[in-house]
């Protein structure tokens, strides 16, 4: 980040016709978005594009979810058909949807659109042996710088992580411990709604795996208290053991973003746990990132605590498709805007504070 | 609210392409806003007009705060030249925004656009008397009752409260405890910053002016526990006593939208103050109130839990002006767009859960 830009930024914020500090949160948004452009005021961050990654995952065969796996290829018909509520979000605030396939098993015959980035039909089951091979991720990472690449060359101003891929919160979890060292049972959630049941299952599919693959941390297993990191020594190779084709690919699309200077807007615990491999990878790139929201996965809560970010929006959700990360756009472009466009005392003859 | 309409809207959001309750808090307002309209789906909360009302306060003499009080009316300017930050805002969020002079002490030469709907040049001290006669009181709801009608009948489908006065948030701690009953302690803050010393004084001013009134309730200093609420008897006097033109205004503003059927998002702790009285006159009017955020202000806390309303926004903010009510806009559209707009797994042919 410029750190004169950012400078100038905060200055700015302290003679702007408002009591010092009083937009909070957006306030410092505004310092960090002017610090990644080099410049204040910052460009608004519009026109706005959601990327939605969609996969599939080879541990949906241990019976971490109750939805069959070809809801994955089903939503990507619904995204490109526009049916889906992060379409509508979108819609609302302004934003384009790009879908991309990036891991996905079986598709039905879907409307126009899609980008066909395909990787593979799917992990393997992380349980079994690495989700991926080391090419494999690499090649899902250069599919998201790409995107990225590709959607600022058309001009966007700010990008959106989106995802798709029924049994993915379960490769959420395991990234999240492997990158910050906490207990399975501190980072694996009840995802899109699984009983109590289903979820001791899932955490404890997710603590096998992370054994299986030699990334138990140290941390306790009470709250989200985190520890070594074993996952981080190697990031892609973490990745590529119990990630998923989609994580990879937003991982790429936060390098991307940060390689362009163009503020990411992340999700939920997917992206959050995207980004972890992305900060393992090049720690800078955070300079990017925006916390577009705070899901009620736990994980992601683990994985916002690591990241050092500050959720903007907070209202129980747990969708994904990038939904939260697009309700928040409207709060991070309303930072620029008050940057560029607020009167200061001087400039509106206004008195200041005794 | 329409209880079928509420109920056609909850059936609708567990067919939609998603996992029932997965946009948490918004299905919750979805619903809420189906009952107020009385038909499922509710038109969409667009266009939105922000209502900015300004009035002086007689307690300034007080020295409750560091802010000369000169500084409403130069404020009042600056929002008719589109200067301030709830301009910027709301033309990120394509919301109007109309100024209410309905209590300004002194206004220097102001640009276009003023609504003069001045009642009288700032409240008097409420330390020493009531700071309006009822009939003042009445008249400021009045207005807000007005300008709810004529925003509405220019075709808006959404309004927002906003604010401007110098030494408002004395007026809104008093009105807080007086209709929840808590002490002066726990519901009077910092306002645009005060330092330890002006708040100490700010709080016993507080207390003196509720003491003055015979508004002191019985809660206990600690927290926000709020127990018998002595203003909440008589609410126009108890407003009079101790609020300003500008929270009489709103309370009217809220009570208008109520009466229209339109959705009124709600700022902060004076917008919050001013809904406790438009509640204690017609409970039913909350039924088109929505909390837009929750300030840093302590009283702002503890009037949303009286009036069982849950904050979009939380980004420590504590500028008024109507800026966390237009932040939250987008939020209250989106609830509504997805209910309007999302495919059901029937229309969609997405498998359901197993």
């Given amino acids: 980040a410029d750190a004169e830009a950012a400078a100038q930024a905060r200055d700015r914020q302290a003679r702007m016709t408002k009591p010092a500090g009083s937009l909070g949160v957006l306030e410092d948004l505004s310092v960090r978005l002017a610090g990644l452009a080099g410049v204040c005021p910052p460009p608004l961050p519009e026109p706005a594009a959601v990327a939605v990654f969609a996969g599939d995952h080879g541990v949906h065969a241990q019976g971490v979810t109750p939805w069959p796996q070809e ?14 509520v992060v379409n509508a979000f979108a819609t609302q605030v302004g934003a384009s ?3 991309v396939d990036v891991g996905v098993g079986t598709l039905p015959p879907a409307g126009d659109g899609l980008l066909d980035r395909n990787i593979r039909r799917g992990t393997r089951d992380m349980t079994v042996e690495p989700a991926m091979t080391r090419d494999e991720a690499v090649a899902a990472i250069e599919v998201g710088i790409a995107v990225a690449r590709d959607l600022v060359a058309a001009g966007n101003r700010a990008l959106l992580t989106g995802d798709m891929g029924i049994a993915n919160t379960t490769a959420s979890a395991a990234l999240v411990a492997a990158f910050t060292g906490a207990d399975a049972g501190a980072v694996t959630g009840a995802g899109t709604g699984v009983d109590a049941e289903t979820l001791r299952h899932k955490t404890d599919i997710v603590r096998r795996a992370l054994a299986r693959h030699g990334l138990v941390g140290d941390a306790p297993a009470a709250g989200s208290a985190t520890g070594t990191a074993p996952g981080a020594a190697d990031p892609i190779e973490t990745l590529a053991a119990v990630g998923g084709l989609e994580h990879a690919a937003i991982a790429g699309f936060v390098l991307g973003a940060a390689a362009e200077r163009v503020p990411v807007i992340l999700d939920g615990v997917i992206a959050g746990s995207s980004a972890l491999v992305a900060a393992a990878l090049a720690p800078a790139c955070l300079d990017a990132a925006v916390a577009g929201h705070r ?8 994985a916002l605590a690591h990241l050092g970010l500050t959720p903007l929006v907070d209202l129980s959700l747990r969708l994904g498709e990038g939904t939260g990360a697009v ?7 309303a930072s620029v805007r008050a940057l560029r466009d607020v009167a200061t005392f001087d400039s509106a003859g206004v008195t200041e504070k005794q």
Same sequence: chains 1, 2.
């Fill in 71 to 84: 809801v994955t290829g089903q939503m990507v018909a619904n995204f490109l058909a526009g049916g889906a």
């Fill in 97 to 99: 949807v790009t879908v």
């Fill in 295 to 302: 899901s009620t996965e736990p994980g992601h809560g683990v």
């Fill in 327 to 333: 309700l928040a756009l409207p709060l991070v472009q």
